[in-house]
């Protein structure tokens, strides 16, 4: 069973930048969907985007299209959530998710696997 561990967080001023890291174990994730979500305290997780075999992404989120991207290592088994300009609303924990089907269209009925996150916090 694909298990995902997520990386990279921690604090940074407004305007900064983090790459966020999601390693998979126990499987192969180039041929997962991937997709980025967050969560911050009181609200409802919300996805960012989605990243599908070959590394086309698809955006969910307004607030990350711009500033957010995402890429895949295949060789480290590894999927990244550069994220620029950061702001303090982007102050959440976030989550990787990966799903068996080739193409982020395909996911239907939610993703199987999760990481655990790591918590962003943009502050000055």
């Known amino acids: 069973q694909l298990e995902l561990a997520e990386s990279g967080g921690g604090s940074v001023q407004p305007g900064g930048s983090l790459r966020l890291s999601c390693e998979a174990s126990?499987?192969?994730?180039?041929?997962?969907?991937v997709a980025w979500f967050r969560q911050a305290p009181g609200k409802e997780r919300e996805v960012l985007l989605c990243?599908?075999?070959?590394?086309?992404?698809?955006y969910y989120s307004s607030s990350a299209k711009g500033r957010f991207a995402a890429s895949r290592d295949v060789a480290k088994n590894t999927v990244y959530l550069q994220m620029n300009s950061l702001k303090p609303e982007d102050t959440a924990h976030y989550y990787c998710?990966?799903?068996?089907?080739?193409?982020?269209?395909?996911?239907?009925?939610?993703?199987?696997?999760w990481g655990q996150g790591t918590q962003v916090t943009v502050s000055s």
């Open positions: 990243t599908s075999f070959g590394g086309q992404s698809t």
């Open positions: 126990r499987g192969t994730l180039e041929f997962y969907a």
């Open positions: 998710a990966a799903e068996p089907v080739p193409q982020c269209e395909r996911v239907t009925g939610g993703f199987d696997y």
